[in-house]
């Protein structure tokens, strides 16, 4: 849902579902800290949405902030598929218009300096009021062609070849209709769909029309691909946000500095650097030599306790929307049986992979047993633990093997015919010690059961996962507020962020209704009847609702920690240097 991540969907070896998974707020905080150092963060926990404040009076006007991201950006069209990486929707954040947002404490809000409103005026019209002063950085307006564009190319119908990140909402739309010349936009869906406000929002954001017709005839399939495609190899050098793109080097950086053109509230700072530092293990160096001002790196133990000893520096450890998990290929041949899955599972140990990895810097994560809801929220139901999966159990896993017809000998297993299992392949993004930890506990659990498993890292999440090149792998999904269209994103059928291509009419019927249900509660309950059958199929094993970890400078007011698919760069027109 960006994601992916971008954990980063997400797209932080992380990627954005829905594009980003839409995960639903049930109110309350951000998330729970286990560490907190400096003051400028102190507050976080218990005021998520302004901690760390500072009125305009007390900034300078100008300056400049760099900020760590831990991947490049190949692909600069984060509705796409390949695309729909978190640190791709950080550094885009701020130059594609949106109708909402998430704030830290995990709620959906309008963003009026786009959309004046938008309302669900009866269960299937949505209608949206575009500000009046709303432009492209060329002068063109922001119209109701915009969402035309954008629905077209993400609705898996006008533009077959587009492969979106996500689908849904979008191809329950039946109309998009412009009027008041362009600035009315009136959506009318096929069905009600329960998150419609996830349309057209961050996690999914606008890309210019009157661009795109340049690179394509809109009004044809062909032209519509070849436009999506044009968005994901080119640089914008247009922006419709408050900050534009004044200068990208390839595997180093991308500068942004205030859009001249821009309607709304101006940023404060002259600049802000996304500096791609893939190594997570040189960011707190970097912190420390004043060569980045932020960081917001996959906490790693080391990492975390360089940065509490550092002065001037304040850090925090939240929970929100991003969670990690592993995911089978099920093309890949010895995978294709549901009892393999289901036995490499039940003896993978979660309880003891967390004490491992994050339990060493956090004592508030503990086993995540949905793969739709997180524990704050409401619909919150444990889909795992009935299973058996990621209990760590290898005699009940061994019993489900032989039971199946299934042999080891001599540390190999065999299958029902006599075929030894091949040697799978599990992946992880590179540098991410975590991440490698996880991989090699799962490689040590698969051996027990006579399954050779080898560790591979890879520099290209996006394009590994879209392309399959794996058995086994481990990411996040980082999320936005908003659940039933973000799991058609993720576990329907077909779908672009199905990387690996789980099927089941059955799911896909449960998902359906709970996408057209107006009832939270009765959407939830179908939505967690279609989650336990998927869970049942061994697909997808949630390990835990990541940690999150924000560690900036002392000098730089109203940033702050966001656990979800926005990050902290949400309200990037708002940071600036205190006096």
């Not at 009026?112 to 009046?132: C, G, H, Q, R, W």
């Not at 809109?218 to 070849?226: D, I, M, R, V, W």
């Not at 080891?408 to 297993?413: G, K």
Request: proline letters at 5%; aromatic letters at 10%; hydrophobic letters at 35%.
């Amino acid at each position: 849902m960006l994601v992916t991540t971008r954990s980063r969907a997400a797209k932080l070896g992380a990627f954005v579902a829905g594009a980003a998974l839409l995960l639903s707020a049930c109110g309350g905080g951000g998330g729970n800290s286990a560490v907190q150092t400096g003051q400028a963060f102190a507050d976080c926990d218990k005021n998520p949405n302004t901690c760390n404040s500072a009125q305009a009076d007390q900034l300078t006007q100008g300056g400049d902030v760099t900020y760590a991201i831990e991947k490049n950006v190949p692909n600069w069209n984060v509705t796409s598929a390949e695309g729909n990486v978190f640190e791709t929707g950080m550094v885009t954040k701020g130059i594609l218009p949106y109708t909402f947002y998430a704030t830290p404490d995990l709620k959906p809000v309008l963003n009026k300096d786009f959309v004046e409103s938008a309302e669900l005026t009866n269960p299937t019209t949505i209608v949206y009021k575009i500000n009046p002063k709303a432009v492209w950085s060329d002068g063109t307006p922001l119209s109701a062609d915009d969402f035309i564009y954008n629905w077209k190319v993400q609705n898996g119908k006008d533009c077959p070849d587009c492969t979106p990140a996500d689908t849904s909402g979008y191809d329950q739309l039946a109309s998009v209709v412009g009027s008041d010349g362009g600035k009315t936009v009136t959506a009318t869906l096929s069905t009600p769909f329960t998150d419609w406000k996830k349309l057209w929002g961050s996690s999914g954001a606008m890309y210019p029309a009157h661009l795109a017709k340049q690179h394509g005839d809109t009004n044809t399939p062909a032209g519509l691909a070849s436009s999506y495609k044009w968005f994901g190899t080119t640089v914008p050098t247009w922006t419709g946000g408050p900050w534009k793109i004044s200068k990208f080097v390839n595997n180093q950086s991308i500068t942004e500095v205030p859009n001249e053109k821009y309607w709304g509230e101006k940023p404060k700072l002259n600049s802000v650097i996304f500096r791609v530092i893939t190594d997570a293990t040189q960011e707190p160096t970097a912190l420390q030599n004043n060569e980045v001002q932020v960081i917001y790196p996959q906490p790693q133990v080391d990492l975390i306790n360089q940065v509490k000893n550092m002065p001037n520096i304040s850090s925090f450890i939240g929970l929100g929307l991003t969670w990690e998990h592993f995911d089978f290929n099920l093309k890949s041949p010895a995978l294709g049986d549901k009892t393999l899955r289901q036995a490499l599972y039940t003896a993978i140990n979660r309880k003891d992979m967390i004490a491992k990895t994050v339990g060493q810097f956090t004592n508030k994560v503990e086993p995540l047993n949905n793969h739709n809801f997180m524990p704050q929220q409401q619909g919150y139901k444990d889909v795992v633990s009935s299973t058996g999966q990621g209990s760590g159990d290898i005699e009940k896993a061994k019993k489900m093997l032989t039971d199946a017809g299934y042999k080891l000998a001599n540390n190999q297993l065999s299958d029902p015919s006599g075929k030894a299992i091949p040697e799978l392949r599990i992946r992880y993004t590179v540098g991410n010690q975590i991440r490698q930890n996880e991989c090699e506990l799962f490689a040590q659990t698969a051996a027990q059961l006579g399954v050779k498993v080898k560790v591979q890292s890879t520099d290209d999440l996006g394009q590994t996962t879209t392309s399959g090149d794996y058995d086994v792998i481990v990411f996040a999904w980082v999320s936005s507020p908003f659940p039933f269209g973000g799991a058609k994103q993720l576990w329907g059928t077909g779908q672009g962020s199905n990387y690996g291509k789980y099927t089941s009419k059955q799911v896909d019927d449960l998902m359906a209704q709970a996408n057209a249900e107006t009832d939270q509660t009765k959407a939830a309950d179908l939505l967690n009847q279609a989650d336990q059958i998927m869970t049942n199929d061994a697909y997808v094993l949630p390990l835990y609702q990541k940690p999150t970890f924000i560690a900036s400078s002392d000098k730089i007011a109203n940033i702050r920690n966001n656990s979800t698919l926005d990050g902290p760069v949400y309200n990037m027109q708002e940071w600036g240097i205190r006096k």
